[in-house]
């Protein structure tokens, strides 16, 4: 029970400041996680905290964006320049946009911000059902299946290594696309 707190924190934490993915956290739960239908509510409550995020930057980005796009600007990772390009997405289609931009290192958070200028909040928030589930979903069922079939024989101590490692290496990756 605690777990799913600490995953539904995580999901509103990325959607408003926080700099790491719920992936990582879903995906540390669906390697330890017994049954798909708790890496399933786990996905649900995930995502229940990225809308709640996500309305929340929504809402104060519609009040005053230019003092959200200058706090997003000290979240670690976060340039201009991704504001360009989430908007240049967001005009020319906006479903498309907060599907495909977090595929490309675009924080959610920044299509929260600048949202209010190309679409309501509930079909915002209708869209970031699938731009946030399907992402999760992925790398749960990839961890989940994973630890029970091609790890099937590790310890758990080592699969959660592996786990970390694979991380690690993502953001190192991620970090020297978009540094500091």
């Known amino acids: ?13 990325e959607a408003v400041w926080f700099f790491i ?4 956290i879903l995906s540390l739960y669906a390697l330890r996680s017994r049954t798909l239908q708790r890496v399933f509510t786990a996905n649900i409550i995930c995502l229940s905290g990225a809308l709640l995020g996500g309305a ?13 796009r200058s706090l997003m600007l000290y979240i670690p990772a976060v340039h201009g320049y991704m504001f360009d390009s ?5 005009a020319s289609n906006t479903f498309n946009a907060l599907i495909t931009g977090p595929l490309f290192g675009l924080p959610y958070k920044l299509f929260a911000s600048e949202a209010p200028e190309y679409t309501n909040i509930f079909m915002f928030l209708l869209f970031s059902i699938p731009a ?19 790890f099937k024989n590790l310890s758990m101590k080592l ?3 592996i786990w970390s490692l694979v991380w690690i290496v993502v953001y190192i990756i991620y970090f020297s696309i978009h540094s500091f």
């Open 1 to 13: 029970m605690i777990f799913f707190l600490i995953i539904f924190i995580w999901g509103f934490s």
């Open 21 to 24: 993915i719920p992936d990582v």
């Open 56 to 68: 929340f930057i929504y809402i104060f980005s519609s009040l005053n964006g230019d003092t959200v």
């Open 86 to 90: 989430i908007n240049e997405n967001m």
């Open 132 to 150: 946030r589930l399907i992402r999760f979903l992925l790398v749960s069922l990839t961890a989940f299946f994973l630890s029970r079939v091609v």
């Open 159 to 161: 699969k959660i290594g």
